[in-house]
């Protein structure tokens, strides 16, 4: 047996190549954090064959002498961190020292740097671990790293490279990450030569978004920045109509550093639950921001998971934060309508803002507290509808969401944000009704809508879908307040059920009575229904009981959670208490959208649907080109 | 085809047929009123298939014929033409021209072959009644009807021809209104049928023309000839109404009215739903019941809306029995107080849970049943 031997540094690289360098993709996040922790302002990326032939990271960072050039591919060389506990306060992407030695060894490595204030630069190229030379280069202030032939010196690496156009999808995904996490950098990105996207330095992050995901993309999101305690969360969500079918766009970020957290990904599945049907996932680019201390970056090698020292509070602080802003959504609920709407949100705005902090929404004139610097502290640009300019007086901000967006980006960075009172739960609203003078009904089309004209364009509505929502929302605080009117039947139904369903039904009688029904069995599997919610048709009672024991038998109510329970159970009721009338006045219109925006969640219907659309002026003069 | 008519007689015999139109798309000519002019008179006839309405019209026919117009807007020209004088004039290719005064309309109709015939019948069960009556009795329970489509067979008001007595009854399934009087029934002649609600407001619409009104069923079909000669504006012979009948078994009603009388109170109609019309101004659809509390002499009926407020309203009735506390859906205890004219009626009740019965002294019952509040 030979002897025990301590490895040559170029082995030992090669081995923790294994971990830090999986794929192409894992090159290039190194070296794009490393371009970040420089502090560039811009980053251009190029690769060709997936990584596989050449990768390039070029940055106008702070550069590195020849010594720190030559130093930096030294293993566990870093400046980030000096002793253990700095972990504990990280504020760079890096901290190992790990990530150049690693890719160094298993690629042929050239790095050009030049520090602020240094005549020239120093090159040096590395060739599988073997430092081949070192020289003056000339180039401007900044790296530029270029790995080449990856993997060639262990060939058997190679073999688990998926196929260019995998590995490019992979680098394409990570370039576009840091992009949106550091709106403030230009990032450009360019395949085989060709520019993939070249995104200036943005102002916001929606612009970011817009410059990767599309400009159409925007229109959906809105702005949210709640902070509680050392934490914050802020970024931009979208509303609950624009739900997707996939996940790719839930995007989270943690201390600036794009990660994967189940936690977090729950905390936003979680609190759109009431908002988006099943199987649809939310938007959603945030930021959380957290005492370094609280979380844990260095249980993945390539650092993309990481653990918080207490989830349970950093889920219930996301879900609060989120379900906030859905809440003020669905109160100003429409650009178009946030016109015309009244001081509405005061009440609920005083529960959760910071004392001191002037309430800023449409309250204007009890709000106009010396200068305009309320507007900062508005919780819900969104909501916000009339501001104050710095002289106080009330201004109009623009209806739509652009302008609406605009406002929330004119607010300084870090001034004051709204915080979530811990604890409490969000205080349930009982605002003012919105005013809708200035609204015409202009009628019904295609059975369940209605058009109207509105100041700023028109609203299309589903009735069928604004009623569910206003009986899922009364039905639930029905059950609250225990107020529940039970008509009996002169002629009682009779329902016969398959055996296991009747025996469903039989075991949750008690909550099927406790909502308004009673039913009485009266002979094997036959059950009379003899009362009904007073606001059931007796005629829909029988398919009701049997969509409830097909609801039982799928198990929808099977948890321990009474308050799901109920939540099922208005969502199945609600869809039998609307009634279209098929002729409508104006006056019983503008009443069924009064009590759509009083609602909760205004934007969709309890499965999930959009109750209303809007065409903006704008968006109509554009299409019909006047 | 060429008549000369009174114009407020055509506009009239218009009027009657007026809401009977096909809504199907997919046959034009039931948007038409077929007009057949012949002797001294014009009959017009509209149908939907499932109902049809055909009157008479006295006028001056010059050369017999038929055609068939849009109803709706031949209608309202009829109605604004300058001259009480009208002539109509019809064309073999259908085009019709109508004159009156310095008025020209040509209108293009559309030939009689398409137009479906209303079904004409003779051996089926027959009962006169006085039209009278018959509206009375349909204005006492049609508000009863089930507006629930997906209850078909309660959408009408059913007609009961038995044991000598002729019974109107409709229900919703939460309330029951029932009037009968007596009637001499043959056992051959005795039936029933569910008269959809669609007729029945045609049909009380048509109502007191003149004095008699026959009816004619089977059972998958009904007619009526409503006389007309108390109407002087131009109608004659009577009018006829055709319908389908809602085909189905209706539910047995005489089990659900309630044989017992617990406690009955005497009242005046007009007072109590003076009373219930004003607490029932503070309802909303989320709190949409009354109550009614018994105690010695008093009634006291309240009710409140968790967003607007509560209404307290007392009146002073003759009662002795244990107090007693119901709530009802307003409606309810309206319809039938609104639909009736006596002024004085009967309502019997006995706990919150059994259902209230409004009687007068005629054969008029109406069950409604109670809301409970949990
Ligand atoms: N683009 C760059 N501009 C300036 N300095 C750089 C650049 N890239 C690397 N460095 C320097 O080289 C050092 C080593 O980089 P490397 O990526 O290997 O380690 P790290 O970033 O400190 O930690 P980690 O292994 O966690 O990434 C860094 O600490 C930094 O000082
Ligand atoms: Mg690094």
Known sequence: MPSIRILPDRVANQIAAGEVVERPQAVIKELVENALDAGATRVEVEFSHGGRSMMRVEDNGCGMSREDALLCLERHATSKIIEADDLNRL????????????????????????PQGSESGTEVLVNGGRLLHVRDCGRPVGTRI??????????????????????????????????????????????????????????????????????????????????????????????????????????????????????????????????????????????????????????????????????????????????????????????????????????????VQPPGSAPVAGGAAEAAGPGGQAQGMQPAPAATVSALDAAGRVIKVPAFSAGLEAAAADRLPGAGVSSATPQQPIPSPRQAAPVLTAWRFIGLAQGSLALFEAPGGLVVLDRRSALERIWYERLLAQHGTGALAVQRLLLPSTLELDPVASALVKDRLGFVQAHGFELVEFGRNFFRIEAVPDWMEPGDAVDFIRELAGALRDGRFQGRDERVWHEEYARLASAKAVRLSQRAGEAEMLGLLRDLFLTRAPLTSPQGRATYFELSQGELARRLQI | MKFKINRDHFANGLAQVLNVVGSKATMPILSNVLIEAEKDQISLTTTNLDLGIRCKIKAEVKEAGTVTLPVKRLASIVRELPNTDVTV???????????????????????????????????????????????????????????????????????????????????????????????????????????????????????????????????????????????????????????????????????VIPKETHQRIKLERQLLLDCVHRAALV????????????????????????????????????????????????????????????????????????????????????????????
């Open chain 2, 283 to 374: 309802c909303s659809e989320k709190a949409n019941q009354v109550k009614l509390k018994l105690t010695s002499n008093l009634l006291e009926i309240t009710a409140q809306s968790p967003d607007f407020g509560e209404a307290h309203e007392s009146m002073a009735v003759n009662y002795s029995g244990p107090d007693l506390q119901v709530a009802f859906n307003p409606t309810f205890i309206m319809d039938p107080l609104k639909a009736l004219t006596k002024d004085e009626i009967f309502f019997e009740v006995k706990d919150e849970i059994s259902p209230g019965v409004f009687k007068t002294l005629d054969s008029f019952v109406c069950v409604i049943m109670p809301v409970r509040l949990t």
């Open chain 1, 91 to 114: 504020g760079s992407y890096g901290f190992r020292g790990e990530a150049l030695p690693s890719i160094a060894s298993v690629s042929r490595f050239t790095l050009q740097t030049r």
């Open chain 1, 146 to 351: 270029e790995v080449a032939q990856l993997f060639h010196p262990v060939p058997a690496r190679r073999k688990f490279l998926k196929t260019d156009q995998t590995e490019a999808a992979h680098i394409v995904q990570c370039v576009r990450l840091y992009a949106l996490a550091c709106p403030g950098v230009s990032f450009t990105l360019i395949e085989d030569g060709r520019v993939l996207f070249r995104s200036p330095e943005c102002p916001r992050l929606l612009d970011r978004v817009g410059e990767i995901f599309g400009r159409h993309f925007t229109a959906d999101l809105v702005p949210i920045e709640v902070r509680e305690g050392d934490m914050v969360l802020r970024g931009l969500i979208g509303k609950p109509v624009a739900a997707r079918p996939t996940r790719h766009e839930m995007i989270s970020f943690i201390n600036g550093r794009p990660v994967d957290s189940r936690t977090v990904n729950y905390a936003i599945v979680e609190s759109y639950h009431e908002y988006i049907a099943k199987g649809r996932y939310p938007m959603a680019f945030l930021f959380l921001e957290i005492d370094p201390a609280a979380v844990d970056v260095n249980v993945h090698p390539a650092k993309r998971e990481v653990r918080f020292r207490s989830e349970p509070q950093v889920r219930s602080f996301i879900i609060r934060a989120i379900l906030q802003r859905l809440r003020e959504l669905g109160q100003a609920a429409s650009p178009l309508l946030g016109a015309q709407t009244e001081p509405a949100r005061q009440a609920e705005a005083g529960g």
């Open chain 2, 89 to 255: 004039d019809a064309a073999p290719n259908h085009q019709v021209k109508l004159s009156s005064g310095g008025s020209t309309f040509r209108i293009m109709g559309i030939g009689k072959e398409e137009f479906p015939p209303l079904p004409e019948f003779g051996d089926e069960k027959a009962f006169t009644l006085e039209q009278s009556e018959l509206a009375a009795m349909l204005r006492s329970v049609s508000y009863a009807e089930s507006q629930d489509e997906t209850r078909y067979i309660l959408n009408g008001v059913y007609f009961n021809f038995k044991d000598g007595k002729f019974s109107l009854v409709a229900t919703d399934g939460r309330r029951l209104a029932l009037m009968s009087k007596e009637m001499d029934v043959p056992a051959e002649s005795s039936g029933s049928i569910i008269l959809p609600a669609k007729t029945v407001s045609e049909l009380s619409r048509l109502l007191d023309k003149g004095e008699k009104v026959k009816i004619n069923f089977n059972e998958r079909r009904c007619a009526f000839q409503i006389a007309s000669n108390k109407d002087s504006s131009g109608l004659i012979d009577s009018i006829y109404l055709y319908s389908k009948v809602v085909e189905g078994n209706y539910p047995n009603y005489n089990q």
